[in-house]
């Protein structure tokens, strides 16, 4: 099985997710970074799973953690969550 890592920006997303979450249900927030986890490890085990997109810095992958964007790259065997960032957001020059 493969590995997934986050990146910095990555993780900063996610926290960015769970602060807003968290002003109204921290434990909404709470079950939104558990969804997160949940397609990580999925992803992990299928990193060919997400849609391709091409873009300039590379070839991703993304799938959608509904209303988030999930986006990646396969890097050899492994998994490197690159985004996670709201669809309603110009998410195509955030990458």
């Known amino acids: ?17 769970w602060e807003f979450i968290a002003e109204n ?18 992803i992990a085990q299928f990193p060919k799973s997400g849609a391709p997109y091409e873009h300039p810095r590379g070839e991703f992958r993304f799938v959608v953690v ?11 065997g492994d998994v490197n969550i690159v985004r996670v960032l709201h669809s309603a957001r110009r998410w195509e020059t955030l990458l």
């Open 1 to 17: 099985m493969s590995r997934y890592f986050l990146s910095s920006c990555a993780e900063a997303d996610m926290l960015e997710v």
């Open 25 to 42: 249900s921290i434990s909404t927030a709470d079950r939104m970074i558990d969804r997160f986890t949940a397609v990580f490890e999925r």
């Open 66 to 76: 509904a209303p988030y964007l999930v986006f990646y790259l396969v890097v050899g």
